[in-house]
């Protein structure tokens, strides 16, 4: 599932494919990412444009076109930007750029939780989700302090607050619970309980996990490990298996409707 090294790596391939290029035509399919937007919205706004920056808040990719044109995108839960001769049929597209140089850029999203908003390019930094975000865990790194002062504002369970985007905006289920576990730190911990030395940990983690999702970025496509790519991670989707830690078994409990991996014995 997409979360924050996922879709820095979306906005890094679309500077790659898109910056700078015409769009000959913008097509969007009356479906459910659109929020009740009519799809010819899209394809008015956009066809024609050149896309000029990408910016990356959260799990959002923010697409500032020429012409005052901007799109706001989300990648849910399976969505993917893949790029394909124009003309190949992409299955689970749902919107696509036809691009100048031959190749056309597509939304792939199977299960169709994400979302596509057409918006003036000037008004994207102030739509309400944008604004509401957090720190960005990437460009505004967490330290002891800022993570701390945000976590002592709730009673939640540490693991909960991190993935609440208002506290720190681009984790998800998966890097929450690999950060907790390079942290060793128990995500039933209420998150105003952290010690002074346990949210130094915590802050070094989060940029830990990050980093090491951030290193796939030389792909041409990028898989989910949903999708059956290799399992990268220390303690998410392995309960069951050995701690690679401290060898005993990893755990798993459901937390906020999400399943938590981690080690009862070593994330105290
Ligand atoms: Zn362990």
């Known amino acids: 599932m997409p979360e924050l090294p996922e879709v820095e790596y979306a906005a890094n391939r679309l500077r790659q494919w898109m910056l700078g290029r015409l769009v000959l035509r913008a097509k969007a399919e009356p479906t459910r990412l659109l929020r009740g937007q009519p799809a010819r919205r899209f394809s ?10 990408v910016e990356r808040r959260g799990k959002y990719l923010l697409l500032f076109f020429d012409g005052n ?5 989300h990648l849910g839960m399976t969505g993917k930007l893949v790029r394909r001769p124009t003309g190949v049929a992409e299955p689970f597209s749902h919107a696509r750029f036809e691009l100048e140089d031959g190749f056309t850029v597509h939304f792939r999203d199977p299960r169709k939780f994400g979302r596509l ?3 003036p390019a000037d008004r994207l930094f102030l739509l309400p989700e944008i604004a509401a975000l957090g720190p960005d ?4 790194p967490p330290t002891a302090e800022s993570l701390g ?4 504002r709730t009673a939640r369970p540490v693991k909960v607050a991190l993935m609440d985007q208002s506290v720190l905006a681009g984790l998800g289920n998966i890097h929450a619970a690999e950060a907790l576990f390079r942290a060793r730190i128990d995500p039933r911990l209420r998150a105003d309980r952290l010690s002074e030395e346990q949210r130094r940990r915590l802050a070094q983690a989060i940029g830990e996990t990050i980093a090491l ?7 041409e496509e990028i898989t989910y490990v949903e999708e059956g790519a290799p399992n990268p991670f220390l303690v998410y989707g392995k309960a069951g ?3 690679p830690r401290c060898g005993q078994r990893l755990a798993s409990l459901t ?8 080690c009862p014995h070593c994330q105290r």
């Open 44 to 53: 008015q706004a956009l066809t024609g444009r050149r896309l000029e920056r």
């Open 149 to 152: 002062e945000r976590l002592s």
């Open 255 to 262: 937390q906020g409707g999400r399943t938590t991996h981690f």
């Open 241 to 243: 298996e050995a701690c």
């Open 69 to 73: 044109a901007g799109l706001l995108a």
């Open 213 to 219: 999702g951030l290193a796939n970025d030389e792909e």
């Open 137 to 140: 865990a990437l460009l505004e």
């Open 117 to 119: 908003s057409a918006e």
